[in-house]
Nanobody, 122 residues
Framework: QVQLVESGGGSVQAGGSLRLSCAIS????????MGWFRQAPWKEREGVAR????????YYADSVKGRFTISQDNAKKMVYLHMNNLKPEDSAMYYC???????????????WGQGTQVTVSS
């Protein structure tokens, strides 16, 4: 059974940085896509970044390009989201998710973590 566990959230001031981590277990296939999503209160869940683990190809939402970086450590089965120059609008619950294909849609991702809260104050 696939399990994803996020960590690293917290409270920071605008302009600060955080690194989110996602520990992956139970995934038997070597080819999959890992994504980071976020959901603020009363808003839909949105994709932030994705990485195709086989090739290392990355995708980013326009709102985070140049500020966030998704990376992976295949040996440790970890995926990270490095977040720099954080803004109050980045405040949300952040989720790690896994899918076979690296498509944008939330529905494409079958496995989800429990989420980690990021709060950015102005």
């Amino acid at each position: 059974q696939v399990q994803l566990v996020e960590s690293g959230g917290g409270s920071v001031q605008a302009g600060g940085s955080l690194r989110l981590s996602c520990a992956i277990s139970g995934y038997t296939s070597g080819h999959y896509c890992m994504g980071w999503f976020r959901q603020a209160p009363w808003k839909e869940r949105e994709g932030v970044a994705r990485i195709y683990t086989t090739t290392g190809t990355t995708y980013y939402a326009d709102s985070v390009k140049g500020r966030f970086t998704i990376s992976q450590d295949n040996a440790k089965k970890m995926v990270y989201l490095h977040m720099n120059n954080l803004k109050p609008e980045d405040s949300a619950m952040y989720y790690c998710a896994a899918a076979v294909y690296c498509m944008t849609d939330v529905a494409n991702f079958r496995y989800w973590g429990q989420g980690t809260q990021v709060t950015v104050s102005s």
